[in-house]
């Protein structure tokens, strides 16, 4: 699942602190692991009895939480280019996802890509509505809207993330994403100032060299899946945005006990079930929205990955996801318990 850094995690204790639960929570560790970062969610739901916990402390972080990061995402000049300095950078405060950008003539997107699978719905939760607040902030449009999609079930309280992102959000989605019109992305920032920003982005890339060499596993990992989109992805592309040789590269992964191309055959397996989650895509287009100039090598390397070809797999797919929403028809409304676990009102 990877780790987090103290400043991803400090936002949830001052939340805490600030509505009196100040002793509640230990301090915690300049790193820790991502398992143990949703552990504290978890305790925290269960605490103050709010499943909307990490909606809330989302909607309340501040660019400056994120110390550089945020700070260089402050002297960006629009929010596209803030969008690309923490696409970069993120790895500094968290390594559970990357952060995704698509653009079309009249949308945008934010896309949440976890490294390996599907994680707890906490994180989709805290990381839109984080997006959301930054993108506000940086702007000073405090009322800017955003349609958010979740790819968990519709949950009771489903009124609580329009007050969050100003619309209703979209629930049982194929991937979690913030959309919003196309123009925002051009949006002034605030404080936008090119010499600051220059000085701050140095900072920033000494931080990231230091957090790469000490775990080139998980940095070529965000690479991958931040690159997969662009089509422009080969050891020597992720080997030059790393400041090494490919050789180098290849090297470091192997004493790690990995290779580019196990990492990147986990990212196209990961990334192709998501394209096949989403019924808008035919079987036939996502061979080449992972780069493949031909439909029969997808077909192949997926059958090698999942043991089945990609259409059989969308069949079970689309069967068990039919099955889940009829139980959930019959049932009483349902939450998501402070596990991540559906809870029906009764």
């Known amino acids: 699942m990877g780790q987090v850094k103290v400043a991803i995690v400090l936002p949830l204790l001052n939340y805490l602190r600030r509505h009196g639960h100040a002793q509640a929570m230990p301090d915690p560790a300049q790193t820790m692991s991502a398992q143990a970062w949703l552990a504290l969610y978890e305790d925290a739901i269960e605490l103050t009895g709010d499943a909307a916990l990490p ?21 960006c000049i629009n929010i596209e280019q803030a969008i690309a300095v923490m696409q970069r950078y993120e790895r500094l405060i968290q390594e ?8 079309t003539e009249e949308c945008a997107e934010v896309q949440w890509l976890p490294y390996l699978g599907p994680v707890s719905p906490i994180f ?14 940086l702007t000073g449009r405090l009322q800017q809207t955003f349609e958010a999609h979740f790819t968990f079930p519709r949950p009771v309280n489903a009124e609580v993330y329009r007050e969050i992102f100003g619309q209703p959000a979209r629930f049982s989605q194929p991937m979690t994403k913030l959309v919003f019109e196309r123009a925002f992305l051009e949006q002034a920032v605030l404080f936008g100032d090119a010499a600051t920003n220059q000085i ?10 230091r957090a790469e060499e000490s ?3 998980c940095s070529v990992r965000q690479r991958i899946a931040a690159s997969l989109a662009s089509g422009k992805l080969s050891v020597e592309t992720v080997a030059d945005e790393l400041q090494m040789s490919p050789r180098k590269l290849q090297q470091l992964l192997t004493n790690q006990g990995s ?24 079987v036939s ?3 080449f929205l992972l780069g493949y100039s031909e439909q029969s090598p997808f077909q192949t390397a997926f059958k090698n990955w999942a043991g089945i070809t990609p259409g059989a797999w ?18 009483a409304p349902c939450t998501l318990s402070a596990r991540g676990h559906l809870l029906t009102d009764v």
């Open 55 to 75: 909606l809330r402390v989302g909607a309340a972080i501040q660019p400056s939480d994120y110390s550089v990061l945020g700070f260089a995402a402050m002297s």
């Open 96 to 103: 559970v996802n990357a952060t995704g950008l698509s653009v």
């Open 124 to 137: 989709m939760q805290l990381a839109l509505a984080s997006w959301a607040s930054m993108a506000r902030q």
């Open 200 to 209: 701050l982005l140095q900072k920033a890339e000494e931080q990231l060299r």
């Open 215 to 217: 775990d080139i596993v």
């Open 259 to 282: 290779s580019f191309r196990k990492l990147l055959h986990e990212a196209l397996f990961q990334r192709a079930k998501d394209y096949l989650a989403d019924p808008a895509i035919r």
């Open 285 to 287: 287009e996502v061979a």
């Open 314 to 331: 969308r069949r079970m797919t689309f069967e068990s996801r039919a099955v889940h929403d009829d139980l959930l028809s019959r049932a």
